[in-house]
């Protein structure tokens, strides 16, 4: 999951996203979501059809399973967790 990580992280488009669903989180809080990592399932989704473009020839978007999914998805749920804070102080939100 790490490259697919990194993916987001280099793509402006991507990082746009993340920070968007960060926005939406801090302002909404986690109201009607049932497990957290489904608040960045959209973000996995642009981030699988921005790679696919990018890479044709890999295979390895392709094999991703439903638990390689979620852990992507949790990675930014525990990410928001950790920078949460620093989201005010840096007028992201």
Known sequence: ????????????????????IY????TCGWFGTGRFYERFIRLFEVMRR??????????DILRITTQDMRSFCQHYVNEYDSVKNNLFKLNIV
């Open 50 to 59: 921005h790679y696919m473009n990018e890479h044709k020839a890999s295979g």
């Open 1 to 20: 999951m790490e490259k697919f990580i990194n993916f987001v992280e280099q793509n402006k488009q991507l990082k746009e996203l993340k920070i968007s």
């Open 23 to 26: 926005k939406d989180i801090y």
